[in-house]
């Protein structure tokens, strides 16, 4: 144990873990991580992980500190190090999962040869995917190893220490539309596929969702969720992409973040299911039909505060549009 490396109040010596492991200080082991991370001394946050799990079997309530310093591993250490926590499963409390957490700041090639859970490697390589890295072919995933010439460059979220920094897409500003709303036509897929998108915002927090499919276009499906007043803006297909992953990577104010690469595959979903494709839908055939989709933003009126998304689209091939509006807060 190194005695001299300094923390926020002092050096962090045996004593001083030792005291606060026994007192179940959490602030004060917090202020210890920081300064193993600060000064990358990945064996001594280890030991400290196993300070913290044998005082767990004497009823020391310090489970949330393990999965903080596993969180700081897959976030701040090398491959060698991250790989390791992936492999162990899912947590409960950290800001998102350890595979995303770890791709957002490591290559495939610095994480690969130290995760064996298979689970754990597609997802890995999953959202390096999404971040525009190429997976080596043979990659099993659910999407293509690489992002589609159609695609967006999707925001991806920052992870710091404390939080999560997860930009939206650009987008303009909705302008006041005069319309009337459209004859509800019954599609629980497409309404299904939209909703989908903000699952954890309504099962795991305080979310509400509506969605709805009309005989008409973008801005009457809008009307038919009963907004009393419309404003709504044109979106390109990929900025409707990116949006909508978003919105699909987040958990809200409460939930269980799923995270990017599942973000991309639900909204790859909703495209296939408003342009009624089979799933998994052959990729040139989804960039087809978000080609072919019109896309729109859309508001209330008022203001937009917390989580929300208002999505509108339509097909004028079919007749048919549908529209989303969604919205979580703390």
């Known amino acids: 144990m190194r005695e001299d ?21 959490t602030d004060e082991l917090l202020r ?33 500190v393990d999965e903080h310093i596993r969180y700081r591993l897959a976030l701040e250490a090398p491959g060698s ?27 495939w090639a610095e994480l690969e040869p130290h995760i064996h859970l298979e689970t754990a490697r597609r997802t890995v390589a999953a959202e390096r995917a999404v971040r525009g890295e190429m997976m080596p072919e043979g990659t099993d995933l659910e999407l293509p ?28 500003e909705p302008k ?3 319309t009337a709303a459209a004859e509800i ?25 509506s ?20 404003e709504v803006a044109p979106l390109d297909g990929p900025t409707a992409l990116a949006w909508m992953a978003w919105a699909a990577s987040t958990g809200g104010a409460h939930g269980r973040r799923p995270g990017l690469a599942a973000g991309r595959a639900a909204a790859w979903f909703v495209v296939s299911e408003l342009s009624d494709l089979d799933w998994p839908a052959d990729p040139d055939q989804v960039g087809a039909g978000l080609e072919r989709l019109r ?16 999505i509108a689209a339509d097909d004028p091939e079919s007749g048919l549009a549908w529209a989303l509006g969604a919205q979580d807060a703390l």
């Open 145 to 172: 190893r690489h992002l589609q010439h159609w695609e967006p460059s999707y925001p991806a979220p920052v992870f710091r220490s404390d939080r999560v920094d997860a930009p939206t897409p650009d987008l303009a």
């Open 295 to 310: 896309w729109w933003r859309w508001s209330a009126g008022g203001s937009e505060t917390g989580w929300t998304i208002q």
């Open 81 to 107: 190090w991250a790989g390791p926590v992936i492999d162990e499963g899912p947590t409960q409390f950290t800001l998102g999962s350890l595979a995303e957490t770890a791709s957002s700041t490591k290559t």
């Open 211 to 230: 969605a709805v499919c009309v005989d008409g276009d973008g801005p009457s499906a809008v009307a038919a969720l009963g907004a009393p007043q419309i």
């Open 5 to 25: 490396l300094e923390g926020e109040t002092g050096p962090t010596t045996p004593d001083r873990i030792a005291d606060a492991v026994e007192s179940t200080d």
């Open 185 to 209: 036509v019954d599609d629980p897929g497409g309404t299904a596929a939209l909703e989908s998108l903000v699952h954890p915002w309504i099962t795991e927090s305080n979310g509400v969702v």
């Open 176 to 178: 006041p539309i005069e």
């Open 32 to 64: 210890i991580i920081d300064g193993f991370c600060q000064a990358r001394e990945w064996d001594e946050l280890l030991n400290l992980r196993h300070r913290c799990a044998e005082a767990l079997t004497r009823g020391r309530q310090l489970w949330g």
